[in-house]
């Protein structure tokens, strides 16, 4: 415990996994990303429950990521407008 306490870890399950005791432990440094905790069933042969959770999202909910496809570009608009700007901005006389 010492160890879990020198960390800043919590403990988030206090919930018996296996039989009369608490013996799994879940462990995070962040409470707010445990979620939907479940504790019950057995793999297999094992006397220990399951700890079933859910990781919450932590910072902004939807970020996309958007590419440009230059496939798909009017190389031939851009020159234009290019050169069109260029020779807009040339110093008269």
Not at 61 to 88: M, P, S
């Amino acid at each position: 415990m010492q160890c879990v306490e020198d960390n800043f870890l919590i403990q988030a399950t206090d919930s018996l996994t296996r039989g009369e005791v608490l013996l799994d432990l879940l462990l995070t440094n962040m409470e707010e990303l445990i979620g939907d905790e479940k504790i019950g069933g057995s793999l297999g042969c094992s006397s220990h429950a399951l700890v079933e959770f859910s990781l919450e999202q932590y910072g902004p909910k939807e970020e996309r990521v958007r590419i440009l496809n230059f496939r798909k570009a009017n190389f031939h608009l851009f020159k234009e407008l290019v050169d069109g700007t260029a020779l807009g901005n040339r110093p008269h006389g």
